[in-house]
């Protein structure tokens, strides 16, 4: 099934986000976390692609496929472009064509200071143009950025730009995470007075240790609202109430979205189904 077809069931879409397990690790490790989100009948379980876009790792795929045909869910591929030629990404379509996965979460992926990106691709608009000119029959998404893009001038700038993601035929978005509904709130009103009417999923990911949260503040930019901070930093030496603490904000962020009539919530899991399961039985009848 298209993912666009599931936001038309009259509630709003639950789904999680997996990623591939390190190179170290066997592919195997994930089929036990896929195993126990399972049993949360999620909307659907969207898998990350690494951003070097090397045709050796075909994890992606491998675990996309495996959660439709061996778990029974619906699955998405993310796939990255800045990093590839056009016959490297035609590989991949070929493959996800193959392994029967019906979704692809289209995006450009990370510029490395330290890897020249490949010329062919400079936006996700152009992936998603080149799969449709390519004829495939994938259902598309992409990404969004309630705070804006790091590479923006400017919030307005990257609604501009996401409008000519969505008119090159993205029909569903997936924003970055957040910890400020407020800024969301604002992202959604400008997106849809832009002329943006697909689905936009809210990205909310459970910050469960003192890492995590450094990490993604330096990655994405998410802003901390004064609450989420200082709660984060009260805890921040005692392991068990920090992660109690990131479930419950969490949790608490998802019930303000899902009253605010939000199209859906994506679960950002880091593969760690026990946090997703405690956020799932404390949300769940929401939906
Ligand atoms: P784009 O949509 O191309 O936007 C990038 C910048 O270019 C923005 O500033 C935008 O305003 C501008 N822009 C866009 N289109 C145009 C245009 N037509 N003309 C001029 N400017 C334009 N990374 C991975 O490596 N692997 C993953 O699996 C992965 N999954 C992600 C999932 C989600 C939900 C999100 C939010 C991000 C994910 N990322 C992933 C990170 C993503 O690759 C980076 O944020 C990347 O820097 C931007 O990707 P994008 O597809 O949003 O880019």
């Given at each position: 099934?298209?993912?666009?077809?599931?936001?038309?069931?009259?509630?709003?879409?639950?789904?999680?986000?997996?990623?591939?397990?390190?190179?170290?690790?066997?592919?195997?490790?994930?089929?036990?976390?896929?195993?126990?989100?399972?049993?949360?009948?999620?909307?659907?379980?969207?898998?990350?692609?690494?951003?070097?876009?090397?045709?050796?790792?075909?994890?992606?795929?491998?675990?996309?496929?495996?959660?439709?045909?061996?778990?029974?869910?619906?699955?998405?591929?993310?796939?990255?472009?800045?990093?590839?030629?056009?016959?490297?990404?035609?590989?991949?379509?070929?493959?996800?064509?193959?392994?029967?996965?019906?979704?692809?979460?289209?995006?450009?992926?990370?510029?490395?200071?330290?890897?020249?990106?490949?010329?062919?691709?400079?936006?996700?608009?152009?992936?998603?143009?080149?799969?449709?000119?390519?004829?495939?029959?994938?259902?598309?998404?992409?990404?969004?950025?309630?705070?804006?893009?790091?590479?923006?001038?400017?919030?307005?700038?990257?609604?501009?730009?996401?409008?000519?993601?969505?008119?090159?035929?993205?029909?569903?978005?997936?924003?970055?995470?957040?910890?400020?509904?407020?800024?969301?709130?604002?992202?959604?009103?400008?997106?849809?007075?832009a002329g943006i009417e697909v689905p936009i999923e809210?990205?909310?990911?459970?910050?469960?240790?003192?890492?995590?949260?450094?990490?993604?503040?330096?990655?994405?930019?998410?802003?901390?609202?004064?609450?989420?901070?200082?709660?984060?930093?009260?805890?921040?030496?005692?392991?068990?109430?920090?992660?109690?603490?990131?479930?419950?904000?969490?949790?608490?962020?998802?019930?303000?979205?899902?009253?605010?009539?939000?199209?859906?919530?994506?679960?950002?899991?880091?593969?760690?189904?026990?946090?997703?399961?405690?956020?799932?039985?404390?949300?769940?009848?929401?939906?």
């Amino acid at each position: 099934m298209k993912l666009a077809e599931l936001f038309k069931q009259g509630r709003p879409v639950f789904s999680f986000e997996v990623f591939p397990p390190k190179r170290d690790k066997p592919i195997d490790t994930i089929y036990s976390t896929l195993e126990a989100l399972k049993d949360l009948k999620p909307d659907f379980i969207s898998v990350t692609y690494g951003a070097s876009g090397s045709l050796a790792d075909n994890s992606t795929c491998e675990i996309a496929s495996a959660i439709k045909h061996k778990y029974g869910m619906e699955s998405a591929a993310h796939l990255t472009c800045v990093n590839s030629t056009r016959e490297e990404v035609k590989v991949v379509l070929e493959r996800l064509k193959t392994a029967g996965v019906e979704n692809i979460l289209a995006l450009r992926g990370d510029i490395s200071p330290d890897v020249p990106p490949k010329d062919d691709f400079h936006h996700a608009s152009e992936l998603i143009e080149y799969i449709k000119s390519l004829g495939y029959d994938f259902g598309i998404s992409g990404a969004c950025y309630p705070e804006g893009h790091p590479n923006s001038e400017s919030q307005i700038d990257d609604i501009v730009n996401l409008k000519k993601k969505v008119d090159a035929g993205a029909q569903h978005l997936v924003s970055q995470l957040f910890f400020d509904n407020s800024m969301f709130y604002d992202f959604l009103e400008k997106a849809r007075i832009a002329g943006i009417e697909v689905p936009i999923e809210a990205g909310i990911m459970p910050v469960t240790n003192k890492k995590q949260i450094e990490r993604m503040v330096s990655m994405c930019g998410a802003s901390l609202p004064p609450k989420f901070a200082k709660t984060m930093s009260r805890y921040e030496t005692r392991p068990d109430a920090l992660k109690d603490a990131g479930i419950a904000y969490a949790a608490e962020q998802i019930v303000d979205l899902v009253s605010q009539g939000v199209d859906g919530i994506h679960l950002y899991t880091m593969n760690n189904p026990e946090v997703a399961r405690r956020i799932n039985d404390s949300v769940r009848s929401l939906f």
